[in-house]
């Protein structure tokens, strides 16, 4: 496989979030949606927009460079779990918050490859070695933007970014089965104690 080594900031322009003044509180009259942590999956690496995600404010001061679209990557940079997420859908006016980074690729880049390349093992630890900071750990963005990684051709990060969305359904669907497992167990223990008293 041909592929050649180049940084984070040459692949995609890394953007804050937008540092939200108080605790984004909802206004149903709100101009703008917003994007928190709480809102992503943890098996998942894929953002879609639901109703139960709706939370609206309306920002002081400019915001257009803090905008979201369809095909941007969102970037955990606080706390100890540092995923990445690909947007497929959001509403009009959506921003993220400071708790991301906004990656928004550049021509030659797949942005689901880019996606999967930041969840793996040997990134995330590269990752969780420049953390920095004792209470919430943060990526700094400088830092971030220089972190190396493989990029083969377009066609080659299209196959393996395919690859990578199978996998994950797989954990999704491995994740449902333990779970009605574990409720259809509970029911039939429930069961059996009603038939022994």
């Not at 592929?3 to 939200?20: F, M, N, Y």
């Not at 700094?140 to 395919?162: G, W």
Request: aromatic content about 6%; charged content about 20%; overall charge positive.
């Amino acid at each position: 496989m041909n592929t050649r080594q180049t940084r984070i900031g040459e692949c995609a322009d890394v953007l804050p979030g937008c540092a939200l003044k108080a605790y984004a509180k909802h206004d149903p009259g709100g101009s703008h949606q917003v994007i928190l942590g709480k809102h992503l999956s943890i098996l998942g690496m894929r953002y879609h927009y639901c109703p139960e995600h709706d939370l609206k404010i309306t920002p002081k001061g400019r915001v257009e460079r803090y905008l979201v679209r369809a095909g941007d990557i969102l970037f955990v940079s606080r706390g100890i779990r540092n995923q990445a997420v690909l947007v497929e859908d959001v509403p009009e006016k959506t921003i993220a918050s400071a708790t991301f980074y906004l990656l928004r690729v550049r021509d030659g880049v797949d942005a689901a490859y880019l996606t999967w390349f930041l969840n793996q093992n040997l990134v995330q630890n590269q990752i969780g070695q420049v953390r920095t900071g004792a209470g919430t750990p943060i990526v700094q963005r400088k830092v971030f933007s220089d972190i190396v990684l493989c990029l083969p051709s377009l066609e080659e990060q299209h196959r393996i970014a395919t690859l990578g969305a199978c996998m994950v359904k797989e954990r999704l669907l491995q994740q449902t089965l333990i779970d009605r497992t574990a409720q259809l167990h509970s029911l039939l223990g429930q069961a059996l104690i009603c038939d022994l008293i």
